[in-house]
């Protein structure tokens, strides 16, 4: 290389050559030999830490195919017995975590059992530690009972647990990796999060009984976190609602009460799984923008594992993509879980857009949903939906027997929230005519008296069991011009109707009950007894209407039931 070899150009575009003296030249060869040792040296690392781990746990985070954190190294069964004083359900807390769900579910008479797990941070593995990359379950080795398992070894542990390890050192970077482990029950039991997998195959235990099968589910690589969905207004001016009330899912199939007509299947019915079929044939066919669940989702005396039954409706909304918003009754909370962890168990799966509310308000699940404008360049709001938590029973039994009400601490959240809202850049945005919805669970108790009401369509089959005492909410719906609330609750009722006011203010409706775990009957009120049901709003921007129907679980289950409209041109409208 000569000194005459590099060109250089000067910015009026004239090019001359330079000779480059001794030292220069030097430079040049020296940064050249220096580029090429780096990447030399760098290509020996990766290649000496993907065969003994040398780069630094932080490095390893940056890596794309790594899942960072902890990484599951062994799983195993721990039983014991009330008559054996000696066996214990705890092993050795420095080194195993128990899973705490009990796999009998609390309800064997003498035995129990739990699922521990050994993890670790990967950063603490060692050359003795083994990386689970499958676990399935079974009586016999996966080897020999399944194709295609080549010379794989599986390590067995207790309740037909079977584990596949390696030792080696990059295998926690593998996308195969187990990273947590939970367990759900039911043999209907389904996952609901992303990148969990349910086992076929029940974890095996010594006299079962009547309990629910317990089965693992695993997660692979890291936690996904979830993003809020957004809704929006369709490109035609319309939203629809489906609004599903009372569910009433088990832990497990489910018992069937009051099942319509009594015959049906041959008089063979699983509670949860024909309300499953019913809520699944009806987001099929209306294709709804939003599902609201209105409480009840979890019944609560038939559900010891309340996860269960979360997973079970909210993998129906996840699977077709549908943003779901829920609240709850007053049977949510009686199985294992209470109304916090209910809801933050929701809050954390995708396409929900649940949220427990502000601390300083009572209740949990008070918030409220802003469905935005069709053009998608914008964030200003068409539609506001309020959700509140009418709690469960009366604090006060002796005075105002029944149940709870909505507190004043919540009216005022509602007030001020909707006067906040309608002062916000979001809402002065939209340059047509703005409306407002409300769900709770509990009705009202305006809802109460069939004389002082004008019935719009729907029947009015049981007695509202509405709270004795009431705090003033339908006015604040009122003044904050709400066009309509919904409830559930008393399921075999399924009106909307108005307060014989002078002027129509405000709608209230019920959905009717959907699930087959919950009281139907009533056939002495209602001819041929009652079929499970789901109510629908409809919500179109352009000419600023509501119109509402319900959808039959038998019977006239293509027919839109009771259609009518309950708003035009952003009021209330009367019958």
């Known amino acids: 290389m000569t000194g005459r070899d590099l060109h250089y150009r000067k910015g009026n575009g004239y090019e001359y050559e330079k000779d480059l003296g001794p030292c220069q030249l030097t430079l040049v060869r020296t940064s050249i030999q220096l580029g090429a040792l780096t990447c030399i040296v760098l290509l020996l690392l990766f290649i000496l830490d993907d065969r003994f781990r040398v780069l630094p746990d932080a490095i390893h985070n940056a890596l794309p195919a790594h899942t960072p954190g902890l990484v599951i190294t062994d799983i195993t069964l721990a039983t014991c017995s009330s008559l054996n004083l000696l066996s214990s359900c705890k092993l050795d807390a420095q080194k195993w975590h128990r899973i705490e769900k009990d796999l009998y579910l609390n309800k064997g008479w003498l035995n129990h059992a739990y699922i521990h797990i050994e993890r670790k941070k990967e950063s603490e593995l060692v ?58 029950f039911g043999a209907d039991a389904v996952e609901a999060r992303p990148g969990w997998e349910i086992l076929d195959q029940p974890i095996l235990l010594s006299n079962p009984g009547d309990n629910q099968e317990a089965r693992l589910t695993v997660r692979r690589g890291p936690h996904v ?16 609602i489906l609004q599903v009330a009372d569910l009433h899912l088990s832990t497990g199939l489910g018992v069937c009460r009051d099942a319509e007509p009594a015959g049906h299947n041959g008089g063979k019915c699983d509670a949860d799984v024909r309300t499953l079929e019913f809520l699944g044939s009806v987001l099929d066919s209306e294709k709804p923008d939003l599902v609201v669940l209105s409480g009840d989702q979890v019944n609560g005396e038939t559900a010891p594992d309340a996860q269960s039954a979360v997973f079970k409706f909210a993998e129906m909304f996840i699977k077709r993509s549908i943003p779901f918003a829920t609240i709850f009754g007053n049977h949510d909370d009686e199985g294992s ?30 918030y409220y949903v802003e469905v935005l404008s069709r053009s998608k360049s914008t964030s200003h709001s068409a539609l506001t939906l309020y959700f509140l938590d009418t709690h469960g029973y009366s604090p006060d039994e002796r005075q105002f027997r029944g149940y709870d009400w909505i507190k004043k601490s919540q009216i005022d959240w509602f007030k001020s929230t909707a006067q906040n809202l309608k002062n916000s850049p979001a809402h002065h945005g939209y340059h047509h005519i703005r409306m407002n919805m409300a769900f709770i669970h509990i009705p009202l108790p305006e809802y109460r008296t069939q004389e002082d009401i004008v019935q719009g369509s729907g029947t009015f089959a049981e007695p509202p069991t509405a709270p004795g005492f009431n705090s003033g909410f339908k006015q604040a719906l009122v003044e904050e011009n709400v066009l309509a609330v919904s409830c559930g609750h008393d399921h075999v009722n399924d009106y909307c109707a108005l307060s014989k006011d002078p002027k129509p203010d405000l709608w209230m409706c019920y959905a009717g009950g959907s699930g087959f775990g919950g009281y139907g009957g009533y056939s002495h009120v209602i001819k041929g007894g009652y079929h499970r049901r789901v109510r629908i709003f409809e919500f179109d921007m352009d000419d600023a209407s509501i119109k509402t129907w319900k959808r039959l679980e038998y019977g006239e289950k293509d027919k839109r039931i009771d259609e009518m409209t309950i708003a035009q041109g952003g009021s209330v409208v009367a019958p």
Do not use: Y
């Not at 976190?225 to 001016?237: A, F, L």
């Open 127 to 184: 050359e003795t530690d083994r990386v689970i990359l499958d676990v399935k379950v079974g009586r016999l080795d996966p080897v020999t009972s399944e194709k295609n398992q080549g010379a794989e070894r599986w390590e067995s542990r207790s309740g037909g647990i079977w584990l596949k390890r390696t030792s080696k050192r990059h295998a926690s970077d593998s996308v195969k990796a187990i990273t947590a482990v939970d367990v759900l």
């Open 337 to 366: 879980l209470g109304r916090l962890a209910l809801m933050q168990l929701t809050q954390s799966l995708p396409w929900s857009l649940s949220l427990p509310g502000p601390s300083s308000v009572e209740g949990v699940g008070n």
């Open 225 to 240: 976190p979830i993003e809020r969905p957004t809704v929006r207004v369709n490109k035609d001016g319309k939203f629809k």
